[in-house]
T-cell receptor
């Protein structure tokens, strides 16, 4: 069974440029999460989807970050414009449902903003 | 808000036993999870404690005391491949979101030496 797929794995951009990350969750997982992980820190939730609905986006900086999950499967996280402080690893995770004990994480996208 | 405390680094000898402690402060506590993350890799689920007591999965065990807001991860018969970061994560409820959220600690970097 395929795990959570993310692309790209690495991205280097100049500040003020836009960037987008893509995630394909495990088949059948209705709940999808986007996390941000800074070096030496634990993952921090940005947004959670139940099917196509964003049900918890309180930690998403909405002035520059946006996300979508069309048709309740794949998801895209976008930053526009990127800032130096956005350099981090962006992790996507999925679970069977919002009360599932286990979340399955993808390998992440390492973003470097120059 | 939520806060979790765990040691930043632990070193142990191959074949030994190591315990990684986690204390937390949160409201609406539902359970404590543990995740393992190798450098550059995805976090992977190890265990979940929703009730007080010990949960055992092979060489790994996890303990929870809700009255003490404390838990630990116990790794036995340490192997070199256990060198990784270990995160405790509190699962708590958000009345606004209508479901549960994972809040991760900063992680404990375990180094296993020969």
């Amino acid at each position: 069974e395929a795990g959570v797929v993310q692309s790209p794995r690495y991205k280097i951009i100049e500040k003020k440029q836009p960037v987008a990350f893509w995630c394909n969750p495990i088949s059948g997982h209705n709940t999808l999460y986007w996390y941000l992980q800074n070096l030496g820190q634990g993952p921090e939730l940005l947004i959670r989807y139940e099917n196509e609905e964003a049900v918890d986006d309180s930690q998403l900086p909405k002035d520059r970050f946006s996300a979508e999950r069309l048709k309740g499967v794949d998801s895209t996280l976008k930053i526009q414009p990127a800032e130096l402080g956005d350099s981090a690893v962006y992790l996507c995770a999925s679970s069977l449902g919002p009360v599932a004990n286990e979340q399955f994480f993808g390998p992440g996208t390492r973003l470097t903003v120059l | 808000g939520q806060s979790l405390e765990q040691p930043s680094e632990v070193t142990a000898v191959e074949g030994a036993i190591v315990q990684i402690n986690c204390t937390y402060q949160t409201s609406g506590f539902y359970g404590l999870s543990w995740y393992q993350q190798h450098d550059g890799g995805a976090p992977t689920f190890l265990s979940y404690n929703g009730l007080d007591g010990l949960e055992e999965t092979g060489r790994f065990s996890s303990f929870l005391s809700r009255s003490d807001s404390y838990g630990y991860l116990l790794l036995q018969e340490l192997q070199m491949k256990d060198s990784a970061s270990y995160f405790c994560a509190v699962r708590d409820g958000h009345s606004g979101a209508g479901s549960y959220q994972l809040t991760f600690g900063k992680g404990t970097k375990l180094s296993v030496i020969p």
